[in-house]
Structure formats: structure tokens, C-alpha cells
């Protein structure tokens, strides 16, 4: 088995080995996988943090040893908390702008080594906040299929990335982590950071979001927003309309 770390800020995770291929992830800058497949310019890989399949660029990687690997398996990177964290990449003198959730893969001191390269961090990584600040530091970012970033994010990234900021592992997409934690019997019952999801007309759930309290959700739809939330589901304010319609509260174990 051959693995990979990503020494980009990040790189699309597309479905099938072609630039116009659906994005249906990203990789984060640290961010490790296995690769499964060899292609001329692609590799296929499966990532590391949530066992995610599809296929990166040749040239947006560089290779990683399997006892480096097995490594950052057994004990957590440190992580960027900011939305921008510059990186000055010492081979060529140049700057890396890592976005929130950047593992800093074999950081000693302040410098992040990935691969053969390093990179010197510049200033503050920021620090951990709870499930709240983290979620609005979100806000008004614009809704992107796949998307894993404050510049564009989609509504399982979001909820994943808000939860790997605070030192907990989502799957990567919604119809998977509604699979995780334990169910909440009701909206009243529900609390700060319990995820809400939503399912459409066959049933199939294809939405969630980070409740605030048992009214307000936090999602992306279009863009990061609040909205209000019933029995039925979101309720739009700006479209005055349900959106959504509420398939079950999800709870996680290890809160």
C-alpha cells in the first residue's frame, strides 16, 4: 500500500479522473490518504480522517511512508483554527494560505513538515472554541457542493468541519452521519450542538445542520445562515416557507 499527504492549502476530491468531474469533497493541507489507484495525471485515494473515496491530481500531493502513515493514524495533528492561516513554505520562499481545519502534520516547534517539504507557520494557529463559535465563524460562507472551507462549503462539510474543529469526527456525508451518536426523541428535548437532518420527498436524507437550541439551526443552504426551526422542519424567513422537512435529531456519543 502505497499513501499521500496533501501539501496544498486544498485540492478538490472529484468522482471520476477528469477536471470536470463532480467535486465531492476536498483535501485539507495534512491531510493523509491511501492511494488505491494509479492513474496518468489522477490517483484514486481513500482519505484518512473519514475513509472517503475519489480521485485527486497527480501533481496536488507528495508521497508519504507507511511508518509516517501508521504515525498520524495513532496520534491527532494539531489544527489551524483561524480562517486563514499563513504558511511560508521555505524551499521556494513563497506563502501557503491553509484554511480552518489544516492538520499540521509533524509540527515541531513551528514548523510543519510534510513529506520532504516544510513549512514555517506564521502566527497564531488560534485555539479551540465550543460548538457555537466555531459554527457562526461560519457564517455567510457560500454554499459549495463538496466544499470543506470558509470560501465554500456545503451543509455534511460544514457540520464536519465544525465538528473536527472541536475534537470530534464526523463521516462525510449527511446520509452517514445520520448514522452516528444516538437519536433525540424530540425537538424539545434537543440541545446546543445536536444534529438536526432533513430527508426529501423519498425519504432519503439529504440535509443537516448544527442546532443552536431547540428553535435556531445553523446550516448551508446557499450560504451559512440561521434559520428557525419546528416540528416540520427550517422555516425560511427570507423565502417564508418551510425548506426543509426534519427527519430525525441526532445526538453524539462523546459530547
Not at 32 to 41: C, K, T
Not at 76 to 83: H, N, V
Not at 123 to 137: L, V
Not at 152 to 166: E, M, R
Amino acid at each position: 500500500m502505497e499513501y499521500g499527504i496533501c501539501n496544498l492549502a486544498v485540492i478538490p476530491l472529484r468522482a471520476e479522473p477528469n477536471d470536470r468531474s463532480e467535486q465531492v469533497s476536498q483535501v485539507l493541507f495534512g491531510e493523509a490518504f491511501e492511494i488505491i489507484e494509479w492513474g496518468e495525471r489522477w490517483i484514486k485515494i481513500i482519505t484518512e480522517n473519514d475513509n472517503y473515496t475519489g480521485w485527486i491530481g497527480r501533481l496536488q500531493f507528495v508521497m508519504l511512508g507507511h511508518i509516517a502513515y501508521k504515525s498520524l493514524k495513532r496520534t491527532k495533528s494539531p489544527l489551524t483554527y483561524r480562517a486563514v492561516t499563513q504558511a511560508w513554505k521555505i524551499a521556494d520562499n513563497s506563502v501557503v494560505y491553509l484554511p480552518a481545519g489544516s492538520s499540521l502534520a509533524f509540527l515541531e516547534g513551528t514548523t510543519c513538515h510534510i513529506g520532504t517539504e516544510r513549512f514555517e507557520i506564521i502566527g497564531e494557529i488560534g485555539e479551540r472554541e465550543d460548538i457555537a463559535t466555531t459554527a457562526k465563524s461560519f457564517l455567510n460562507a457560500p454554499y459549495l457542493w463538496g466544499g470543506r472551507t470558509h470560501f465554500g462549503i456545503d451543509c455534511s462539510g460544514f457540520t464536519q468541519v465544525v465538528f473536527k474543529l472541536n475534537n470530534i469526527q464526523l463521516k462525510r456525508d449527511a446520509s452517514q452521519q445520520v448514522q452516528e451518536g444516538v437519536l433525540v426523541e424530540s425537538l424539545s428535548q434537543a440541545r446546543l450542538g445536536d444534529l438536526a437532518f432533513f430527508n426529501n420527498a423519498e425519504g432519503r436524507v439529504t440535509h443537516v445542520g448544527i442546532l443552536l437550541n431547540d428553535e435556531h439551526i445553523i446550516h448551508a443552504s446557499g450560504k451559512v445562515k440561521i434559520d428557525t426551526i419546528d416540528k416540520d422542519g427550517i422555516y425560511s424567513e427570507e423565502q417564508k416557507r418551510h425548506t426543509h422537512t426534519l427527519h430525525s435529531i441526532r445526538r453524539l456519543c462523546d459530547r
